[in-house]
């Protein structure tokens, strides 16, 4: 790939214009059918192209994609106020989702943000640590019975499940693998259509096509079987020795009014974090074994530092500030495979970003897969290096030159659990095996929801 970014918009500003360059075209389709094909070939290709701002017409919109860290910042977190989210595909996923943390914005995000911030305080959530290794262990069972020798397992899969799991023994205390869960189950068959839905809400949800059919009544069922959760909590007394988020959720209270939340509001928030909280977090290890096994020396690295920190225990909360090298496994695989690929915010009102004027109603990109190989601020940046992230090189670089979690306000609530349960699933696996991708199988990301490894990720398993 070309490392000759210009970095500096002024070098590319067309004479005679105050717009960023960027590809121009006679039809409002091409662009936006060249980013729904492939984003990440787009992305990278005008950025390479045109420079750090590239504009091109999205549709009915001016659009704006910004790679450099200050102005990635701008929108996140200096004048957030002017970015929202109301743009057709986060509309697409309030059909879906309805008013919860993700897709709302203005008031009733504030609102919902300061009732939720508590129960995702990192001191609430080591709790949480125990539940997280010992379903990995018993996930580690599982594959010492069904995949012996050289059976391979696509561990992308494997990922989700456990994730999925994590998140619904976290969420509400119920194992949501079972063969026999209606909530797991719908939602292992309907993830892959809401993720299809989501980035492109055509044809929309009321014409009663086949897989709109069967998104609505997979969403009839969770709907049931989460309002009924909700009711029979409610009839019960908290558990204060196990609270899972739930509990959290239904005892939080708005400081000023002391209000809690509405029935529909908590369906809201559990569908929310149900999607939000296991998808990103298995894309994120999924690209974590895939890297180590592309390289044997930061394998090596790892498995030393989890043998002399863990020396055969099952790793727990406590151990996870003497593991630095896990962790920056996992930031430096979020790296370069950053499970949100990118974000998308629609300018309420005008602004000035990089000293183009940007034009109220536009609707502007950040490509955190782009930004996060910016030669100005990343040495090699297509080198899986975790120690990229010691203290010591990451001083000096700019907050915003990573964001796999965003940033500003809207920054993930989930971040902080996100990454304990990472570390702690890695060092529980990696501590048993190796895993080695299917000779010749070919990897590539694909960006749906997540961005995820196309074709699967096949691994063997063996054994340390
Ligand atoms: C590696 C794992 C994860 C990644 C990479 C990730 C990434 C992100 C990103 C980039 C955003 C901001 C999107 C934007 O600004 O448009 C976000 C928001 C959010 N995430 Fe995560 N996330 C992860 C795990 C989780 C978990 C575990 C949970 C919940 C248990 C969660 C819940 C949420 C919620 C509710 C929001 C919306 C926050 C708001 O707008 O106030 N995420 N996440």
Redesign the pocket.
């Known amino acids: 790939m070309s490392q000759t970014i210009p970095t500096t918009p002024e070098t590319r500003r067309e004479p005679g214009t105050r717009k960023p360059p960027g590809p121009r075209s006679l039809s409002p389709l091409s662009s936006a059918s060249a980013l729904q094909r492939d984003p990440i070939r787009f992305a990278l290709d005008i950025w390479h192209r045109y420079g750090d701002v590239v504009r091109f017409r999205f549709l009915f919109w001016p659009a704006y994609v910004l790679y450099h860290p200050d102005h990635v910042k701008r929108v996140?977190q200096e004048n957030h106020r002017n970015y929202n989210?109301n743009f057709p595909n986060m509309k697409a996923a309030r059909e879906l989702f309805g008013n919860?943390?993700?897709t709302?914005d203005g008031e009733s995000?504030l609102r919902?943000?300061r009732l939720?911030q508590p129960s995702?305080h990192h001191k609430r959530l080591t709790g949480f640590g125990r539940l997280m290794t010992e379903t990995t262990a018993a996930m580690l069972e599982r594959w010492q019975r069904t995949a012996p020798g050289d059976t391979p397992l696509d561990i992308s899969v494997e990922m989700t499940r456990l994730t999925l799991r994590i998140?619904g023994l976290?969420?509400f205390s119920l194992d949501l693998s079972n063969e026999a869960d209606m909530v797991g189950r719908t939602f292992t068959t309907l993830g892959p259509l809401i993720s299809k839905y989501a980035t492109l809400p055509f044809p929309p949800l009321w014409v009663p096509t086949p897989r709109n059919r069967r998104l609505l009544a997979g969403l009839n069922t969770l709907n049931t079987v989460v309002y009924a959760i909700i009711e029979e909590r409610r009839k019960q007394p908290v558990d204060t020795n196990t609270p899972d988020?739930l509990w959290m959720l239904l005892s939080a209270r708005d400081e000023e009014t002391g209000e809690g939340m509405s029935d529909q509001q908590l369906r809201d928030?559990v569908l929310?974090?149900l999607l939000?909280?296991?998808e990103?977090?298995a894309?994120?290890l999924a690209w974590t074994w895939y890297l180590l096994s592309q390289h044997p020396e930061v394998e090596r690295r790892l498995h030393a530092e989890l043998d002399t920190v863990l020396a055969g225990q099952l790793p727990t909360v406590e151990h996870l500030d003497a593991l630095p090298y896990t962790r920056m496994v996992i930031q430096e695989a979020?790296r370069l495979y950053?499970?949100?690929f990118g974000?998308?915010?629609f300018a309420t009102a005008s602004d000035e970003i990089g000293g183009y004027p940007i034009p109220a109603n536009s609707v502007m990109f950040l490509s955190?897969y782009c930004t996060h190989r910016h030669p100005a601020f990343w040495e090699e940046p297509e080198v899986f290096d975790p120690e990229r992230f010691t203290p010591e090189r990451s001083a000096g670089r700019p907050r915003f030159a990573y964001?796999?979690?965003?940033?500003?306000?809207?920054?993930?609530?989930?971040?902080a659990?996100?990454?304990m349960?990472?570390q702690l699933v890695l060092a529980t696996v990696a501590q048993r095996y190796s895993l080695r991708l299917v000779p010749g199988h070919p990897v590539e990301p694909q960006v749906l929801l997540?961005m995820r490894p196309r074709s699967g990720l096949p691994m063997t398993l063996h054994p340390r």
């Open positions: 996140l989210k919860g943390l993700f709302s995000w919902q943000r939720m995702f998140a976290a969420l988020l928030e929310t974090l939000a909280g296991h990103t977090t894309a994120a979020m950053p499970p949100a974000f998308t915010r955190a964001f796999p979690f965003g940033g500003g306000p809207r920054q993930c609530i989930g971040n659990f996100a990454m349960e990472a997540t």
